[in-house]
């Protein structure tokens, strides 16, 4: 099934802020309840170290992520260390002091709207983008590609999505998934369970986008596409699949310079 870039609701600059602060809500707690990342820690903590790189530069950040588990997973069963920034081009301002409550001197964030095609000169470190690369276009992919790539930066780029049967029929229990663990959400909102169990806007429009992010998940191939009309010398790139926990398979993208020499799993 090939690649199709349909609409998500989040993506549009009217969407309701209230709204879309709830969906990155819910994508938050799946992200740190379930660990789909985990596998891909030891490889991230790898390249990390041959680039002696310590922060992270999260781009599209949402409601903060699994950042939170990954910063302990590289500092508790890696032994490094890192610090990060999150940035969103609609930064969840809430969300983010949360999580820097949460990690103390460990996450950072952006007060400003940051665009991942064109990060800031003075945001400097390891890009990463979770669960968040299939918004972009082509083009537009490509460009957060060789923005980093042109400025001397690794990235990482991971997805649980993907154009898998087994996956759309997961993505189809998604309401029940929502209904189920809206009450267990923090920072609680009465807003919430309004828009969730009273008119059941959120599970309608977490279905709706979830089935679309499958429809516009990257596969290997077609990054390997994307990466070969970028033309710099200097950068690697290193991309493939790794199985996850509940049966999800990772799509991942690591980008970084050559000099640093790091070996492939």
């Not at 400025?151 to 154009?163: A, H, S, V, W």
């Not at 919430?192 to 998940?217: A, E, H, K, Q």
């Amino acid at each position: 099934m090939r690649r199709v870039q349909l609409l998500e609701f989040e993506d549009l600059d009217w969407f309701p802020q209230s709204w879309r602060r709830m969906i990155t809500e819910v994508l938050q707690f799946f992200s740190s309840r379930l660990n789909p990342y985990g596998p891909l820690v030891p490889r991230l903590k790898q390249v990390l170290d041959e680039l002696n790189c310590h922060h992270l530069i999260d781009l599209c950040s949402g409601g903060s992520g699994p950042l939170r588990l990954l910063l302990d997973q590289l500092e508790n069963q890696e032994h490094y260390p890192v610090q990060a920034t999150l940035t969103d081009k609609f930064p969840n301002l809430e969300a983010f002091r949360q999580a820097r409550a949460a990690c103390p001197g460990k996450i950072h964030f952006s007060e400003s709207p940051v665009d991942a095609r064109e990060v800031p000169s003075h945001l400097k470190g390891f890009r990463t983008l979770f669960a968040s690369f299939h918004h972009f276009p082509p083009e537009a992919a490509k460009q957060i590609l060789q923005d980093a790539a042109r400025k001397n930066e690794g990235i990482g780029i991971f997805e649980f999505t993907d154009r898998s049967l087994a996956l759309y029929l997961v993505m189809l229990t998604s309401p029940l998934f929502v209904w189920l663990v809206t009450p267990l959400i923090r920072p609680f909102s009465w807003q919430r369970l309004l828009w969730t169990y009273l008119i059941p806007v959120l599970p309608l429009l977490i279905i709706w986008d979830g089935m679309v992010s499958n429809f516009r998940t990257y596969s290997p191939v077609e990054l390997k596409r994307l990466v070969q009309d970028i033309r710099c010398d200097h950068y690697q790139w290193e991309i493939g699949k790794t199985r996850s926990r509940g049966g999800y398979r990772i799509t991942y993208l690591f980008g970084y310079p050559v000099e640093a020499s790091v070996g492939r799993l």
